[in-house]
């Protein structure tokens, strides 16, 4: 069972800057397509941004100013987050894209805000 830990969030003002690290556990890490999720107060989970082989894929709402990466050596998953914005505020998590889905961590908040 693969598990998952997520750091990196906290408060930014508006236009700021994160990064995001996403630890996984176990050896077939660099097996799995994988994604970031956010999931907002009161909103679904949505899917922001993903990483298959070389490709990347990014939601409407975040193309341009994030940043998925993954370092399979280290079985971590990254997200550089540029220009944010009040509406990028929620708790950010990492799992795989197919399914089933791993358990999901505990998330990683981030808030923008001035």
């Known amino acids: 069972q693969v598990q998952f830990v997520e750091s990196g969030g906290g408060l930014v003002q508006p236009g700021g800057s994160l990064r995001l690290s996403c630890a996984a556990s176990?050896?077939?890490?660099?097996?799995?397509?994988m994604g970031w999720y956010r999931q907002a107060p009161g909103k679904q989970r949505e899917l922001v941004a993903s990483i298959s082989g070389g490709s990347t894929s990014y939601a409407d709402s975040v193309k341009g100013r994030f940043t998925i990466s993954r370092d399979n050596a280290k079985n971590t998953l990254f997200l550089q987050m540029n220009s944010l914005s009040p509406e990028d505020t929620a708790v950010y998590y990492c799992n795989r894209l197919q399914l089933p889905k791993y358990p999901w961590g505990q998330g990683t908040q981030v808030t923008v805000s001035s």
């Open positions: 176990g050896n077939s890490f660099r097996l799995y397509a």
